[in-house]
């Protein structure tokens, strides 16, 4: 590759730089994607390993494979952890350092625990492929357990389930592991009936899906208590330890407990130095580069953009996908000699949320879906945004055996303690 060629670095492989990636093809630069992981992660259907649906594979790819056919782009395995503005240069951790002419930043959020990080422990978050086999290994391990234990409030503690955060990736959660506790696991134990298993999602908000219309937050409050999930509205969470949790004036003893409310930014803005919204995302410019550098980028969930009106873009795939294309289009105009500022417009697509595994809600504004017709139509939306023929096939294939049978197949629990030594 012509080292004199303009110098793009995108930091993450996430949704949106690696469809800035995918936009920039054809230009006259060389491209380096960094990223932390090896692999690119579908994060909307984290939820199904985690609840034994889908085994790690068929969410994830390696990005340098991804990427092969891309001979102007290099892939590079490593973990940024400064920004050197003046020098124009990413800094990494082993202590290497890649110049850029053009940087972009896209490398998403964690979950946060609103100044509570010591919970973290007793209630994970989900966003890694790690944090997904580490929550199905405690779900299995709670009923593996509970199998043994002779007290009946410590079995009973041990078969209840918590979620805490009433968001799609919350209520997601709760609708399949139930089904996961009620039927799939249903008559493989002899000590316990999994049926008396108790899922319970706690949402602070006096509705859950709150993005959504109301009348849609109260479908699916209805459709996860069909499942048999029980719903807590309007308390929040004051604590969280080993043995349960508290929100408002209810203790409730659960041996696990999952986090899904809220998220915290990637530490971008530290790296710059830049002004940063509650979450730790970056303020950027209306055409999303950082105030002061014109050459910086920063896109997706890490970024604070905001619509015409000032009201936030969401954290949604979608989003970091568009503001991904907006960037490339951005650097195609200033290679052609164009450098006018292009303020990003941000076009919301719909919000969807399944509920088990034959019900789903779907705003798309000027339509509202539930039912059948909605979960479909979810499966379908998720099987197109798959990466590859192979992966499309075998999630369809896990979802048709799920859907006739009840039965999970990636139920493994793997990485325990009993491991180590
Ligand atoms: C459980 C879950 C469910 C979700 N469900 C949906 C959904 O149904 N629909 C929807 O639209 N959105 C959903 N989202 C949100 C969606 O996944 C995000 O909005 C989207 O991934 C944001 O894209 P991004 O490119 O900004 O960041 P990401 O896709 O998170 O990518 C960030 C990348 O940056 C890399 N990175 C981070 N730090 C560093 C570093 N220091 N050095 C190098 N690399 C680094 C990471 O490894 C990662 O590859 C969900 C998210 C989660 C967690």
New binding site residues.
């Given amino acids: 590759m012509d080292a004199a060629r303009h110098h793009v670095v995108v ?7 690696l469809e800035l990636t995918r936009a920039l093809g054809g230009l006259p630069v060389r491209i380096t994607m ?4 090896n692999h ?2 579908f ?2 259907l ?2 199904q390993v985690a609840t034994t649906s889908l085994a790690t594979s068929e969410i994830a790819w390696p990005i340098r494979h991804l990427l092969r056919k891309r001979k102007d782009v290099t892939t590079i395995l ?4 400064g920004i050197d503005r003046a020098g124009k240069r990413v800094l990494l951790d082993d202590g290497s350092a890649i110049a850029y002419d053009t940087l972009v930043l ?4 964690r979950h946060a625990y609103f100044g509570h990080d010591e919970w973290e422990p007793f209630a994970p978050g ?2 890694t492929l790690e944090d997904a086999t580490m929550i199905r290994r405690r779900i299995l391990l709670a009923f593996e357990q509970a199998e043994k234990e002779t007290d009946p409030a410590r079995r009973q503690a041990l078969l209840t389930l918590a979620i805490v955060g009433g968001g ?2 919350g209520v997601e959660l709760a609708g399949t592991i139930v089904e996961l506790a009620h039927e799939t696991l249903r008559g493989e134990f002899r000590n316990i009936d999994t049926r008396q298993a108790r899922v319970v999602l706690i949402e602070a908000g006096d509705r859950i899906l709150a993005n959504f219309a109301p009348e849609l937050s109260d479908y699916a409050r209805k459709a996860l208590e069909r499942l048999g999930v029980s719903v807590e509205l309007g308390r929040a969470v004051t604590r969280v330890d080993t043995e349960g949790v508290v929100f408002g004036d209810t203790y409730l003893p659960a041996r696990t407990i999952l986090w899904a409310a809220g998220v915290a930014a ?1 530490p971008a803005a530290e790296w710059l130095g830049a002004s940063a919204d509650r979450a730790g995302r970056v303020l950027v410019e209306p055409d999303l580069t950082v105030p002061g550098n014109a050459e910086i980028f920063v ?4 970024a604070h953009m905001s619509r015409p009106d000032g009201r936030p873009v969401p ?6 996908k568009q503001a991904g294309r907006h960037v490339a289009a951005t650097i195609r105009a200033r290679l052609a000699g164009d450098s006018r500022p292009r303020p990003f417009r941000y076009r919301h697509d719909g919000d ?1 949320a399944t509920i088990g595994k034959r019900a789903a809600a779907i705003d798309f504004g000027w339509i509202r879906l539930t039912g059948w017709v909605a979960w479909w139509l979810w499966g379908i939306a998720h099987i197109y945004f798959l990466i590859g023929f192979r992966n499309r096939l075998a999630v369809s294939l896990s979802w048709l055996w799920i859907y006739a049978t009840g039965q999970r197949s990636a139920r493994l629990i793997t990485q325990g303690e009993s491991d180590k030594g």
């Avoid at 896109?299 to 890490?302: A, E, F, L, V």
């Fill in positions: 930091v993450g492989a996430g949704f949106g730089g960094i990223d932390k992981r690119h992660l994060q909307p984290l939820y490593g973990n940024v952890t896209a490398t998403g959020a989900l966003k799609p990736t990637s896109i997706g969930d890490t954290g949604v795939a979608p989003a970091a969807l």
